[in-house]
Structures are given as structure tokens and as C-alpha cells.
């Protein structure tokens, strides 16, 4: 595994902005998928967006318009720019790597998460 640290979280007012942020332990240019994630209040863990390792991203439809999710591989960061934030955004945001290969046969170690980082959109 490898340790990940969020910060960029806050308090925010209704359309403002925030930018999160994802140190990584180690080099992450091996790291195939990395990703962000958030759980609201009483609810579950859901994905907000993926980024491989060639730069390919993915977002749940309804953030598309809003998010952008971004990775520097030679700060070993990954990002999550955030525009136009709502009430309903606000969650703790986690910090995801996909496990590594770690047999010839294709096993895959644990993936690694981080401890989450508190978003609250609020006037």
C-alpha cells in the first residue's frame, strides 16, 4: 500500500470553489487508476471521479460539469478541482489508488485509501 494524505478541505459558501489535494508516499507513475471519493452524512462511500495513469478520467455524470480531477505524477499528487459547489456536495473526500500488480500471475495488492478530508458547503 502506500500512504495517502488529503488536504484543500474546508467550509466553502454555495458556488464557491476548492481544490483538493493528495500527497502520495511514493512515486505514483506505477499506480494504474487513482481516484476521488465522498461520503455525505448518513450515507455511503460513492465515486466521484477516476484518472489512469496515462491521464484518461472518468466522472459520474453529474459532476462532469464541475469537477475536474487532474494527477501530477512528478509531485506524486493527485487533485481534485471543484467549481460551483452546492449544499448537497458537502461529504468527507477520500483519496483512492488501485492496488499494484505484485505476482506474475496477476494478483493485485490492497488498494489504499486516505483518511478523508471534510468539504462543507454552507452560507
Known amino acids: 500500500q502506500v500512504q495517502l494524505v488529503e488536504s484543500g478541505g474546508g467550509l466553502v459558501q454555495p458556488g464557491g470553489s476548492l481544490r483538493l489535494s493528495c500527497a502520495a508516499s511514493?512515486?505514483?507513475?506505477?499506480?494504474?487508476?487513482m481516484g476521488w471519493y465522498r461520503q455525505a452524512p448518513g450515507k455511503e462511500r460513492e465515486l466521484v471521479a477516476t484518472?489512469?495513469?496515462?491521464?484518461?478520467?472518468n466522472y459520474v455524470d453529474s459532476l462532469k460539469d464541475r469537477f475536474t480531477i487532474s494527477r501530477d505524477n512528478a509531485k506524486n499528487t493527485l487533485y481534485l478541482q471543484m467549481n460551483s459547489l452546492r449544499p448537497e456536495d458537502t461529504a468527507v473526500y477520500y483519496c483512492?489508488?488501485?492496488?499494484?500488480?505484485?505476482?506474475?500471475?496477476?494478483?493485485?495488492?490492497?488498494?489504499?485509501w486516505g483518511q478523508g478530508t471534510q468539504v462543507t458547503v454552507s452560507s
Open positions: 483512492y489508488a488501485k492496488g499494484r500488480v505484485i505476482t506474475v500471475e496477476g494478483a493485485v495488492g490492497p488498494d489504499s
Open positions: 511514493r512515486s505514483i507513475f506505477r499506480i494504474d487508476v
Open positions: 484518472i489512469t495513469s496515462v491521464g484518461n478520467t
